[in-house]
T-cell receptor
């Protein structure tokens, strides 16, 4: 197991286009989280899954954002009709419970909307 | 409103000294608190977790304290090295939410 994988590492898109990111968590981890991080800020919570169930979505997240985790394995995060304000690093993390182990983060997908 | 505060100014210290970083929070009652290290362009890396009923946790050169009365955690790196230079993030898990809220991080630079 090589940790949490995110694809792509970088994405440049034109405003108004849709983008989709993929996250492959550590296989035995049942929880999967998506965060967004902009320069000089800490990661901002977007949503999380326990197995295939999406348990919480940030109130700050617009309806243009949607995430799935089919079969409780990999997850996708889609942003529709991208805006320049969506430019950020999108981080995926996984964990097994909330105790003892912390999160294992991927290296992130850097999105630039032009 | 809920707030996590970490010193936004960079901390510069001399190699071999102890670095101390602060995390203050308001309007939270975290059951767990974590510290992460983040290098530029990379995801955060988990360092330590401390529970609300623990006062102190150590791991090698790292020490974390958690004072729920002061609503503060201190993160210490003893015998600091230039390789410790990074941004350090604290994160709180409010009881039962299963998600962590992160502070903005403090950038540490250890000078050789």
């Amino acid at each position: 197991d090589t940790g949490v994988s995110q694809d792509p590492r970088h994405k440049i898109t034109k405003r108004g286009q849709n983008v989709t990111f993929r996250c492959d968590p550590i296989s035995e981890h049942n929880r999967l989280y998506w965060y967004r991080q902009t320069l000089g800020q800490g990661p901002e919570f977007l949503t999380y899954f326990q197995n295939e169930a999406q348990l919480e979505k940030s109130r700050l997240l617009s309806d243009r954002f949607s995430a799935e985790r089919p079969k409780g394995s990999f997850s996708t995060l889609e942003i529709q009709r991208t805006e320049q304000g969506d430019s950020a690093m999108y981080l995926c993390a996984s964990s097994f419970g909330t105790d003892n182990y912390g999160y294992t983060f991927g290296s992130g997908t850097r999105l630039t909307v032009v | 409103s809920q707030k996590i505060e970490q010193n936004s100014e960079a901390l510069n210290i001399q190699e071999g000294k102890t670095a101390t970083l602060t995390c203050n929070y308001t309007n939270y009652s975290p059951a767990y608190l974590q510290w992460y290290r983040q290098d530029p362009g990379r995801g955060p890396v988990f360092l330590l977790l401390i529970r609300e009923n623990e006062k102190e946790k150590r791991k090698e050169r790292l020490k974390v304290t958690f004072d729920t009365t002061l609503k503060q955690s201190l993160f210490h790196i003893t015998a600091s090295q230039p390789a410790d230079s990074a941004t350090y993030l604290c994160a709180l898990e409010a009881s039962g939410t299963y998600k962590y809220i992160f502070g903005t991080g403090t950038r540490l630079k250890v000078l050789a």
